[in-house]
């Protein structure tokens, strides 16, 4: 199809030299990066291999290579779409692999590196951590004994591989710096707040209900942070109390971080020896996690300046895309080739109101860096998926929470059908007025939406098929689910944490653990009186008196049972 850019999309895909975009949601930023690389390719010469892309996930390469190919073919270049295999879209993990594998003996590397997934990092690292932690904690050091008898081996885990991780991927030093989190006295109120709710949730269970209260003794008064360093038996399980078990982390957190100030020398000593245990297992096994790649990469380019100048002058345009998601480690990286001797295109894309927080230690704040030292960037701001009424809603809400510093979207696209009613209505929650009340201020959003669905179901603006709720998080969403099945409304519910207990999921399950072993007795049972296909107790009765004391399936494996019914077969 002939894709037309409008006026913001035709500026950033003609600017040269280092660019920011600010591309908000729907505004077609990954348009504009096929046409900026199938532009450069086919209308200004460029080589194929001579352009880096980077994005974030291995999924968005793909799907990035694809669309270049498809618009090089419409473009009639099937040479260069054939040529594509070669080109350097990948990931940033991937960019550094392929950089690694091109000089291996000057990174320091064997040739024969193999990248580590995170279940393998994650096997390596606890073994590392276990090594270290039973060398460190002897009996005979008095203040080592007490690290491992305040934190404990969990707790010192979690703590030392979590520092270790976060400074890493920010390609910093080892060394502990210990900032200040929430008070430890805000914590113990959203807690006991939490109790309190689950205490009187006439809907949860005995034993949830006496978690909560112990736990509310155990923390009455002014605890020491010692004392709620470990809360773990007072933990109560099941979804009713997945707020209350959020709170109780969290204090718990926030007495570690409390601890970890008074014993920062001896935890800085356990962080290097960890360090250099799991780097000794990485060696051992000739591979690297992904922060090794990137960190390795780095070194290569820094400390080699004639590779540095070699893969600078390879690259004569550089995209980045999902800039929001990048951390600084990896921003040293593409400086590094960007800043180098020569002259490139360097292309940053991304809107920071679409980064995920955290995952992969991406850091927004180097967006925003970057954003303002190019003096706001392009801008992205015409819409394409969302209607003007939603967009305007959005930008209404969203203007007032973050401020000059959010940009508002302008609703571009096309839509057959017409809005009735009212597009959008904001339920409001206070969260405060539930306070001390009993009622937790989830549990009544839960009805608050409950009833508004039924008024729209019994009105005839929609059927319960047509109305969908969104979560940021599913861990409650069993209360909304609950509080509309209390209405009559019939529910699918595809998130939160009891997902796989449903029975269509259980069912379906069932059905795959069929397929791979026919044998399974538990699995076959279950599918056979599944909707899927709804035999009846006499079936299953002659099914497993047929096959005697061997597997069920053997019962009809050769022939169908003669006193089966007709129904049945």
């Known amino acids: 199809m002939n894709w037309t850019p409008n006026q913001e999309q035709r500026a950033a895909i003609d600017a040269r030299g280092r660019v920011f975009v600010s591309a908000g949601a729907g505004t077609g930023k990954t348009a504009v990066l096929v046409e900026r690389f199938v532009e450069a390719v086919c209308d200004r010469g460029l ?12 999924r968005a390469a793909g799907e990035l290579r694809a669309r270049i190919r498809a ?34 003996f000057e990174a320091g590397l064997d040739p024969r590196f193999r990248e580590l997934d995170d279940p393998q990092a994650s096997v390596l690292s606890s073994e590392a951590f276990d090594e270290v ?27 030392i591989t979590g520092i270790y991780e976060t400074l890493r991927s920010a390609g910093r030093e080892l060394v502990l710096e210990l900032g200040e989190g929430p008070p430890i006295g805000e914590r113990l109120e959203e807690l006991r707040d939490a109790a309190r709710c689950l205490v009187e949730d006439d809907s949860a269970t005995e034993l949830q209900r006496g978690s909560a209260a112990a736990l509310m003794n155990a923390v009455s008064g002014e605890p020491r942070a010692d004392d709620l360093l470990d809360l773990s038996a007072h933990r109560a399980r099941g979804e009713r109390s997945a707020s209350f078990e959020e709170a109780r982390v ?132 015409q819409n394409y998926r969302s209607r003007a009424e939603v967009l305007e809603a959005v930008n209404y809400l969203f203007r007032g ?31 405060s007025t539930y306070s001390g009340t009993g009622t937790h201020w989830r549990r009544a959003e839960a009805r608050h939406v409950g009833g508004r669905v039924r008024e729209l179901i019994e009105s005839g603006a929609a059927t319960s098929g047509e109305i969908v709720l969104l979560f940021a998080a599913g861990t409650d969403a069993e209360w909304y689910e609950q509080e509309l099945r209390a209405l009559g ?57 047929a096959a005697g004391r061997r597997p069920i399936f053997t019962g009809l494996e050769r022939s169908w049972p003669e006193e089966l019914g007709a129904d049945d077969e």
């Open 250 to 381: 969290a204090v718990e957190q926030a007495a570690l971080d409390e601890l970890a100030m008074r014993d920062r020398d001896l935890l800085q000593q356990l962080l290097n020896g960890f360090a250099e245990a799991y780097a000794v297992a990485k060696r051992r096994e000739s591979a690297l996690d992904f922060e090794d790649l990137q960190l390795a990469a780095r070194a290569l380019l820094r400390d080699n300046p004639e590779i540095r100048e070699r893969e600078a002058l390879r690259f004569k345009a550089i995209m980045v895309d999902e800039f929001q998601d990048t951390n600084r480690l990896q921003c040293d990286l593409i400086d590094l080739l960007a800043d180098a001797p020569g002259e490139r295109d360097v292309f940053f894309v991304g809107d920071e109101f679409q980064s995920i927080y955290g995952f992969r230690h991406a850091d927004v704040a180097v967006f925003r860096e970057r954003r303002e030292s190019a003096g706001g960037g392009l801008p992205l701001v």
């Open 133 to 159: 932690l039973a060398a460190f904690c002897s009996p005979e050091d008095e203040e080592r004994a007490r690290l491992l008898t305040t934190y404990s081996a969990r707790g010192l885990r979690r703590m």
């Open 489 to 545: 409304i019939p529910t699918y519910r595809a998130t939160g944490r009891g997902y796989f207990g449903q029975q269509q999921v259980v069912d379906l399950l069932n059905y795959l653990r069929l397929l791979q072993n026919r044998y399974d007795d538990q699995a076959l049972v279950s599918v056979l009186a599944s909707p899927f296909v709804g035999v009846s107790n006499d079936t299953l009765f002659l099914l497993r008196r």
């Open 71 to 104: 618009e090089l073919r419409r473009r009639g270049r099937a040479d260069l779409a054939r040529s594509l295999d070669g080109a350097y879209i990948s990931t940033i993990h991937g960019f550094c692999n392929r950089l690694l594998k091109a000089s291996p």
């Open 47 to 58: 080589d194929v291999e001579s352009i880096l892309v980077i994005t974030y996930t291995k």
């Open 401 to 431: 929470d973050f401020g000059e510093g959010f940009q508002s979207l302008t609703a571009s696209g096309e839509f057959p059908d017409p809005v009735f009613g009212h597009p959008v209505e904001l339920l409001v929650t206070d969260k």
